[in-house]
């Protein structure tokens, strides 16, 4: 498994992949005009080109025999930050990794590589939101000692769902 950063080379690959892992994780919670508005939006190829390109994201991504199997995205500034105390946080937008390569430590070397560059950075915390009924999710962030900060909603097409916004302070 090889981790590098992400290139503009990229962006078509990181989209499907954005797009595979939030339908395999979340697909079933959404109508199909819902889903199909938000996967339109944010995991299409021009708008990851964008964030690549761009100054408030940086993305890691995980190559496994040539294809990309898992990322996670670092945003500063946090669309988060009226929610938290610290005075310098970054946000980890997304962790992802495609089904049958999780439980592998996949997860947690791309923790080590968010939370490496976030104090790298002078961050003082770092702010991630998680869908309330992510048991998993939850437990692996807690496990790194993030806690819960506020409840907040996350928007897919016309649907809003309630998600937990963690925090952990460095």
Same mark, same amino acid.
């Given at each position: 498994?090889?981790?590098?950063?992400? &290139?503009?080379?990229?962006?078509?690959?990181?989209?499907? #992949?954005?797009?595979?892992?939030?339908?395999?994780? +979340?697909?079933?919670?959404?109508?199909?005009?819902? #889903?199909?508005? +938000?996967?339109?939006?944010?995991?299409?190829?021009?708008?990851?080109?964008?964030?690549?390109?761009?100054?408030?994201?940086? /993305?890691?991504?995980? $190559?496994?025999?040539?294809?990309? *199997?898992?990322?996670?995205? #670092?945003?500063? @500034?946090?669309?988060?930050?009226? /929610?938290?105390?610290?005075?310098?946080?970054?946000?980890?937008?997304?962790?992802?990794?495609?089904?049958?390569? &999780?439980?592998?430590? *996949?997860?947690?070397?791309?923790?080590?590589?968010?939370?490496?560059?976030?104090?790298?950075?002078?961050?003082?915390?770092?702010?991630?939101?998680?869908?309330?009924?992510?048991?998993?999710?939850?437990?692996?962030?807690?496990?790194?000692? +993030?806690?819960? *900060?506020?409840? *907040?909603?996350?928007?897919?097409?016309?649907?809003?769902? @309630? $998600? +937990?916004?963690? $925090?952990?302070?460095?």
């Amino acid at each position: 498994m090889i981790l590098r950063p992400a &290139t503009l080379d990229d962006a078509p690959a990181l989209a499907a #992949l954005g797009a595979e892992t939030f339908v395999a994780a +979340f697909g079933d919670l959404y109508s199909a005009e819902d #889903l199909s508005a +938000f996967l339109a939006q944010v995991h299409n190829p021009e708008a990851v080109a964008g964030e690549i390109a761009g100054d408030s994201c940086t /993305h890691c991504l995980v $190559e496994h025999e040539g294809a990309l *199997i898992a990322f996670c995205k #670092l945003r500063y @500034p946090s669309h988060y930050t009226a /929610h938290s105390g610290a005075a310098n946080p970054i946000e980890l937008g997304q962790l992802y990794a495609l089904p049958g390569h &999780t439980g592998a430590g *996949i997860g947690a070397q791309l923790m080590d590589w968010a939370l490496g560059v976030a104090r790298a950075g002078g961050h003082d915390a770092v702010l991630l939101s998680v869908y309330s009924e992510n048991f998993g999710a939850q437990r692996f962030y807690q496990r790194y000692g +993030f806690a819960k *900060i506020a409840d *907040i909603t996350f928007q897919v097409g016309d649907q809003l769902d @309630p $998600e +937990f916004l963690y $925090e952990l302070k460095l």
